[in-house]
């Protein structure tokens, strides 16, 4: 259940606030809209309620706000917009990914994807998904922790009927099991059809609060549909007629040849169109919306839609959908869940229609529809089929129309023991995350064969050391290639989490957790030992092959030079990590790699040896004395080159650089915490 009370936004500057003091109820089992407009602070509504966005006011899910819920992906499933994921990432992997981020056992994505039909995509990356399939990816994200509330923005937003069709049995389903639905609409008949109770919000302010039986009775409007190749003289005769007679009526130009007739019936303006030789092509009911203009904004400005006079005509009071509250329509049947399934074709009739599109079923007698609500769905979660069982002939006209009602989806099982938390769970999703796309793998490749390559070209050029010969790093490079492709990818383990949010889904910023920070941190440095042996490696076989077994030696320090080069390659990747989790950007990852030694060592260096009254002359040799004493098995000599290493100009550097961007990242981890 989700209550929400007194939400309001921060004005801005001279502006009104977008929401000001909107509260209502969205109970346990049943579907609720959110109706309004574009511009009408529904999406502001749904971030103040999930603490996105800084307002007053505050939201109980299930008598607790969002920030006292230990875990709120298993409370709340949210989906806000397109599936947010690396492009590359295949189907699969990104639910798996997620699945390990929510501690959840993996064969959950399995059971998701084939709740919502996207089994035989499985493989396909997220980049290729079309707009229908990339809603449905959304939808097992939401469900993969098995929330007990969703609330979605606009999820039928770009849908076809068919693909929206199948969204509303979904959520129909999850209604059925005790779960809260709340969505936001700007389709009034959509949320009179899917919904049991509309909220409907005007400029930021909540103007009803409705079931869906009294929303469709007093704010939708019944309407007839013309369609003509002479609309615009039709409705200069509609209106002439409507002043003639002085009955309520009014005429909306929809653009095109398509008229809106309000407060008319199909029969008389049928007559009207007869009596002046006027061929129509449409003559329906409807009930479409909540009036003339109600849809300007919508639309996307005023001359979309152009009333052409408000009047009255004469109208046969005969009961019909015009002449009365608007009839509830009956369930939709769930479509195929095959992805790949053309839209089947629709049969037409010439009956007066819903205003969702879709022909009455004339021909079946009252006791054999489905029985359902007013807003057309079964609250028990089941769908009985619709089949007269003495079909009568068709008549003259009408065209008869044979409807069977599918049982709604299937949804995953629930999760009946939710794991304990682990500390292995951020690793999991790290390792899952930096494998599941070849930009590492891609990285690793180049940064090694540049790496040869500027090896063997060291080695022609000459006057290069040997330890530096095998690194790869001439005097004109800042870093070597290898620490610079450890930068790198240690700058994207941030980067890609802001620019392709997947944990952001929930809560709409990266998480700031420690956790999440220490598992990057362990999986980048490994990526990092890896990369720096490698790197040797495939240095020392270039030269091999090239030169000579002369080039390819190992150094008779090579335990204090490998030290270093793991050290530097290892504070590179965490220097990139680090800096693109406080400035979130890849790019700002980077370049903070880069600066350690072009301006964080020279500014060491400059304080260390620069004039000053006293120096530290000795100080190596005094802390030697001091702090390494005669250790058994000789420990003191790894200690020893450990110091070694700190204190050279870029170990040092490098060690404050890494101070100071790991208390910018808690400082700001804080900071965000007690917002």
Same mark, same amino acid.
Request: contains cysteine; proline residues 9%.
């Given at each position: 259940?989700? @209550?929400?009370?007194?939400l309001?936004s921060?004005?801005r500057?001279?502006?009104?606030?977008?929401?000001?003091?909107?509260?209502?109820?969205a109970r346990?089992?049943?579907?609720t809209?959110?109706?309004?407009?574009?511009?009408?602070?529904?999406?502001?509504?749904?971030?103040?309620?999930? /603490?996105?966005?800084?307002?007053?006011?505050?939201?109980h899910?299930?008598?607790?706000p969002?920030h006292?819920i230990?875990?709120?992906?298993?409370?709340? #499933?949210?989906l806000?917009?397109?599936?947010?994921?690396?492009?590359a990432?295949?189907v699969?992997?990104?639910l798996?990914?997620?699945c *390990?981020a929510?501690g959840?056992p993996?064969?959950?994505?399995?059971?998701?994807?084939? !709740?919502?039909?996207l089994?035989?995509?499985?493989?396909e990356?997220?980049?290729?998904?079309?707009?229908?399939?990339?809603?449905r990816?959304?939808?097992?994200?939401?469900?993969l922790?098995d929330?007990?509330?969703?609330v979605?923005?606009?999820?039928?937003?770009?849908l076809s009927?068919?693909? #929206?069709?199948?969204?509303?049995?979904?959520l129909?389903?999850?209604?059925? @099991?005790?779960?809260?639905?709340?969505?936001?609409? %700007?389709?009034p008949?959509?949320a009179?059809?899917?919904?049991? &109770?509309?909220?409907?919000?005007e400029?930021?302010?909540?103007?009803a609060?409705?079931?869906?039986a009294?929303?469709?009775?007093?704010?939708?409007?019944?309407r007839? !549909?013309?369609?003509?190749?002479h609309?615009?003289?039709?409705?200069?005769l509609?209106?002439?007629?409507?002043?003639?007679?002085?009955l309520? =009526?009014?005429?909306?130009?929809?653009g095109?040849?398509?008229?809106?007739?309000?407060?008319?019936?199909c029969?008389?303006i049928?007559?009207?169109?007869?009596?002046?030789?006027?061929v129509v092509h449409?003559?329906a009911?409807?009930?479409g919306?909540?009036?003339p203009?109600?849809?300007?904004a919508r639309?996307?400005?005023p001359?979309?839609?152009?009333?052409?006079? $408000?009047?009255r005509? +004469?109208?046969?009071?005969?009961?019909?959908?015009?002449?009365g *509250?608007p009839?509830a329509?009956t369930a939709?049947?769930?479509? +195929?869940?095959?992805?790949?399934?053309?839209?089947?074709p629709?049969?037409?009739?010439?009956?007066? %229609?819903?205003?969702?599109?879709?022909?009455?079923l004339p021909?079946a007698?009252?006791?054999?529809?489905?029985?359902?609500? %007013?807003t #057309?769905?079964p609250?028990?979660g089941s769908? !009985?089929?619709a089949?007269?069982?003495?079909?009568?002939?068709?008549?003259?006209?009408?065209?008869?129309?044979?409807r069977?009602?599918?049982?709604l989806?299937?949804l995953?099982?629930?999760?009946?023991?939710?794991? *304990?938390p682990?500390?292995l769970?951020?690793?999991?999703y790290?390792?899952?995350? $930096?494998?599941?796309?070849g930009?590492g793998?891609?990285?690793g490749?180049?940064?090694?064969?540049?790496?040869?390559?500027?090896?063997?070209?060291?080695?022609r050029?000459?006057?290069t050391?040997?330890?530096?010969?095998?690194?790869?790093?001439?005097?004109?490079?800042?870093?070597p +290639?290898a620490?610079?492709?450890?930068?790198?990818?240690g700058a994207?383990?941030?980067?890609?989490?802001?620019?392709?949010?997947?944990?952001?889904?929930?809560?709409?910023?990266? +998480?700031?957790?420690?956790?999440?920070?220490?598992?990057?941190?362990l999986?980048?440095?490994?990526?990092?030992?890896?990369?720096?042996?490698?790197?040797?490696?495939?240095? $020392?076989? $270039?030269?091999?092959?090239?030169?000579? &077994?002369?080039?390819?030696?190992?150094?008779?320090?090579?335990?204090?030079?490998?030290? %270093?080069?793991?050290?530097?390659? =290892?504070?590179?990747?965490?220097?990139?990590v680090?800096?693109?989790?406080?400035?979130?950007?890849?790019?700002?990852?980077? !370049?903070?790699?880069?600066?350690?030694p072009?301006?964080?060592?020279?500014?060491?260096h400059?304080?260390?040896n620069?004039?000053?009254?006293?120096?530290?002359?000795?100080?190596?040799?005094r802390?030697? /004395?001091a702090?390494l004493p005669r250790w058994p098995?000789?420990?003191?000599?790894?200690?020893?080159?450990?110091?070694?290493?700190i204190s050279?100009?870029?170990?040092?550097a490098l060690t404050?650089?890494?101070?100071?961007?790991?208390? *910018?990242?808690?400082?700001?981890?804080? &900071?965000?915490?007690?917002?």
């Amino acid at each position: 259940m989700i @209550q929400a009370f007194g939400l309001t936004s921060n004005p801005r500057k001279e502006l009104p606030p977008a929401v000001d003091d909107v509260s209502f109820e969205a109970r346990a089992g049943r579907i609720t809209a959110l109706l309004g407009a574009s511009g009408a602070g529904k999406t502001t509504v749904l971030r103040l309620m999930l /603490e996105l966005q800084q307002g007053r006011g505050i939201t109980h899910f299930r008598g607790r706000p969002l920030h006292r819920i230990a875990h709120p992906s298993r409370e709340v #499933g949210v989906l806000l917009g397109d599936v947010p994921g690396h492009p590359a990432r295949t189907v699969r992997g990104h639910l798996r990914m997620l699945c *390990a981020a929510a501690g959840v056992p993996v064969r959950r994505a399995d059971e998701v994807l084939e !709740a919502v039909g996207l089994v035989s995509l499985r493989e396909e990356r997220l980049g290729t998904l079309s707009r229908g399939m990339d809603r449905r990816l959304g939808l097992a994200c939401v469900l993969l922790a098995d929330p007990h509330t969703l609330v979605l923005d606009d999820p039928a937003g770009g849908l076809s009927t068919r693909e #929206g069709a199948w969204l509303h049995c979904m959520l129909r389903a999850h209604a059925a @099991q005790g779960g809260t639905v709340l969505f936001t609409t %700007s389709d009034p008949k959509g949320a009179a059809r899917t919904a049991d &109770r509309v909220v409907t919000l005007e400029q930021g302010r909540l103007v009803a609060d409705q079931e869906a039986a009294e929303f469709s009775r007093t704010r939708l409007r019944p309407r007839v !549909a013309v369609r003509s190749p002479h609309a615009a003289r039709l409705a200069v005769l509609l209106a002439k007629q409507a002043r003639t007679s002085q009955l309520s =009526v009014e005429v909306v130009r929809e653009g095109g040849n398509r008229l809106s007739v309000y407060g008319g019936t199909c029969a008389d303006i049928g007559e009207i169109a007869f009596r002046h030789g006027i061929v129509v092509h449409q003559l329906a009911d409807e009930v479409g919306d909540m009036g003339p203009g109600a849809g300007r904004a919508r639309a996307g400005g005023p001359g979309d839609r152009d009333r052409v006079e $408000a009047g009255r005509i +004469p109208v046969t009071r005969e009961p019909s959908l015009s002449s009365g *509250a608007p009839t509830a329509p009956t369930a939709e049947p769930c479509p +195929p869940l095959d992805p790949e399934a053309p839209d089947a074709p629709k049969p037409v009739a010439d009956t007066p %229609s819903l205003s969702f599109g879709q022909p009455q079923l004339p021909d079946a007698e009252p006791d054999e529809l489905l029985d359902a609500s %007013s807003t #057309g769905h079964p609250r028990d979660g089941s769908a !009985a089929a619709a089949a007269p069982s003495q079909p009568r002939p068709p008549g003259p006209v009408r065209a008869r129309t044979v409807r069977t009602l599918d049982a709604l989806p299937p949804l995953p099982p629930p999760i009946s023991v939710r794991p *304990a938390p682990s500390p292995l769970r951020p690793l999991r999703y790290e390792i899952r995350r $930096a494998a599941g796309i070849g930009t590492g793998f891609l990285t690793g490749a180049v940064t090694l064969a540049v790496s040869a390559v500027i090896a063997v070209v060291l080695a022609r050029i000459g006057h290069t050391p040997q330890p530096r010969l095998l690194a790869a790093w001439p005097q004109e490079l800042p870093l070597p +290639p290898a620490a610079l492709g450890a930068g790198l990818l240690g700058a994207l383990a941030f980067g890609d989490e802001f620019r392709h949010p997947a944990l952001a889904a929930d809560r709409g910023t990266v +998480p700031r957790r420690l956790g999440l920070l220490a598992a990057k941190l362990l999986v980048s440095s490994a990526t990092a030992l890896v990369l720096a042996v490698l790197a040797v490696g495939c240095d $020392a076989e $270039a030269l091999y092959l090239v030169y000579g &077994r002369e080039l390819a030696q190992v150094p008779a320090d090579w335990l204090r030079l490998g030290a %270093s080069w793991i050290g530097l390659v =290892v504070g590179c990747a965490w220097a990139g990590v680090l800096a693109a989790g406080v400035f979130r950007s890849t790019t700002a990852g980077l !370049a903070a790699v880069g600066a350690v030694p072009l301006l964080v060592v020279p500014v060491v260096h400059r304080l260390v040896n620069g004039p000053s009254v006293r120096t530290a002359a000795g100080l190596p040799a005094r802390l030697r /004395e001091a702090l390494l004493p005669r250790w058994p098995f000789g420990g003191e000599h790894y200690l020893e080159a450990a110091l070694k290493v700190i204190s050279q100009p870029v170990g040092g550097a490098l060690t404050l650089s890494l101070t100071a961007l790991l208390c *910018a990242y808690l400082l700001t981890t804080l &900071r965000s915490r007690f917002r």
